[in-house]
């Protein structure tokens, strides 16, 4: 394709019967091209929702190739509620352009994606979006499983010797470098990976969350650890309040005993408590990993209490230590 065809937002007041009547074949061509799961019947049962969302949705971008409607994306918010191209348009950039206008003024852009269309969720993913959740049905309750994703706007933030920046796809080979070292896992509850395709999922789901970072060599650009905050709506093992979160933390043995992990706890506090205005972090440790608890009282943090008898994700009981830095504390310290 020489040229990308031209894109418009169109008005509620715009979309007239004769438009959406175009949209929606424009749609029944993409879905027949590239949702090879569903049925006719299926296609047929959505047409009345699809058009429903294409009056109603917030803002409605159509792609243009000389007055012929090829292709369009509805935004509701900071969530991409559909994207369609008719298939001769698939792979040409559009995609990628009417992605970027969503984002635009977002911070976060959301999307729901159908798990049986490969080529879309590829897509999304180059696009850097990750997964957040994995539900079984979709919002029909039919047995077609539902990738809710999310493509974030976070700090890439510097120290002396460090990077923290989010997980790429790219980092896969470096995290199972380090990731697979026994000597790093299961002394905080997580299994060595095995292969540098469980740390390409990882980095797809878990490392996808948000404020969960590479800590990465400022000389080198080598991710060789991570970092990251866990919130009280999420996964944590502290009992935490809204207001508060638990930071988590490894780096590769290579680096161990070089204040590296001090230097990155400290930057990432810094954005605890002066961008994300929180009260308190907490932070645990296993029984015997005192390594751990040396980073912690070395960035400040206190013990607070010990909780024995811990189911850890490995399914072993253990005994877990929790230190806790309130935001008074951090200030006063600094």
Not at 86 to 93: I, N, R, S, W
Not at 235 to 246: K, L, P, Q, V, Y
Request: net charge negative; glycine share 8%; proline share 5%.
């Amino acid at each position: 394709m020489a040229v990308i065809p031209f894109i418009a937002e169109i008005a509620r007041s715009e979309r007239t019967d004769r438009f959406v009547f175009a949209l929606l074949g424009v749609w029944r061509d993409s879905v027949r091209a590239s949702h090879k799961f569903l049925t006719e019947q299926d296609i047929l049962y959505l047409k009345p929702h699809v058009r429903e969302a294409l009056e109603q949705v917030e803002r409605l971008f159509v792609v243009d190739d000389g007055g012929r409607a090829a292709g369009f994306m509805g935004v509701g918010g900071c969530k991409i509620e559909m994207l369609f191209l008719a298939p001769d348009y698939m792979g040409h950039g559009i995609g990628r352009r009417l992605v970027e206008l969503a984002d635009a003024a977002c911070d976060a852009v959301y999307v729901d994606v159908n798990e049986q269309n490969p080529r879309a969720v590829n897509f999304y993913r180059r696009m850097g979006f990750r997964t957040f959740r994995r539900d079984e049905t979709d919002d029909f309750g039919n047995p077609y499983p539902v990738l809710r994703m999310m493509r974030r706007r976070e700090p890439h933030m510097e120290t002396a010797r460090l990077v923290l920046r989010p997980w790429h796809e790219e980092d896969a080979a470096a995290l199972f470098k380090y990731a697979s070292d026994p000597r790093i896992g299961p002394v905080a509850g997580w299994a060595p990976h095995t292969s540098e395709a469980i740390s390409l999922e990882t980095i797809r789901t878990v490392f996808a969350a948000p404020e969960t970072y590479a800590v990465v060599l400022r000389d080198t650009g080598e991710p060789v650890g991570s970092i990251g905050l866990m919130f009280s709506d999420g996964t944590h093992s502290a009992s935490i309040s809204d207001g508060e979160a638990e930071i988590g933390y490894w780096i590769g043995t290579p680096y161990w005993g070089q204040g590296l992990i001090p230097e990155a706890v400290d930057r990432l506090l810094e954005r605890c408590f002066d961008d994300l205005g929180l009260d308190a972090v907490w932070c645990g440790h296993y029984d015997g990993n005192d390594p751990s608890r040396r980073v912690m009282e070395k960035c400040g943090f206190t013990f607070h209490h010990t909780e024995t008898g811990k189911l850890s994700p490995l399914g072993d009981l253990r005994t877990e230590h929790f230190l806790r830095l309130t935001a008074d504390e951090w200030r006063h310290r600094r």
